[in-house]
Every structure is written in structure tokens, then in C-alpha cells.
């Protein structure tokens, strides 16, 4: 599976957790990405299952060094996260950033200087 094609691949919840942790450091080992991982830690046969997967999804590659198998994420943690949050805005806003922006203002998990720093934000890009 090709790059662009891994980004358009959701994730499950613990195929996320091991991202989460394979992206803080370029190169990992199994026991290095369980680490970093929130408690209760998962099992290594638990980690090396997820990895498998994700090496078939295409999101990370292996490199054998003697009897271990140290992994990479191919799949940057910024372009997954930009793919998801299309796919939330797609699917759950009709594709309206303003719908977005007001459900977090009416849940009140939006206040008024992060409302600024985004619009800022906008501004500087226009």
C-alpha cells in the first residue's frame, strides 16, 4: 500500500496508542514504543500484533537489526492528523469549519482568545 493510500486508512484506538508513541522517536524498538505508552501498558506480543498491522496498512516500516526489528512511522503525525480532521469535518460538520468552530462554542470548549488566536490565524494566511 502506497503512502497517500495509508493516510486515507483510519486507525483503531490502540493502533493510534502505538503511533502516538512510535512518532516521538524517528526509530523504535517494541520495547522502547511500550515505554511510552500510557499505562496499563500493553503485553509485547500485544505491540508486535499492532505493528504487523500497521506495517500491512502501510503506516510504518521495519528494519531487522540482529534479532529484533527496530520500526519507523512513514505516515507523519502531522498528516494523519490533518486527514482526520477533514474526515471529522467531512463527516460530521457538512464540510463547515464555521459549523465546527460553533458546536465547540456552544459546548464551551472554545473561549474567546482561542477564537482570536484562530482567527489570527486566518488572517495571516489570507
Known sequence: MSKDNAVNIQLTRAEESVMKALWVQEKSFVREIIERMPRPKPHANTVNT?????LEKGFVESEPIGNAKQYRAIITKEAYSKRRMKQLLNGY???SFSDMV???VKEKDLDIKELEAILKTLKNKI
Open 50 to 54: 499492532i505493528l504487523k498491522i500497521l
Open 93 to 95: 460538520f457538512n464540510n
Open 102 to 104: 460553533s458546536f465547540f
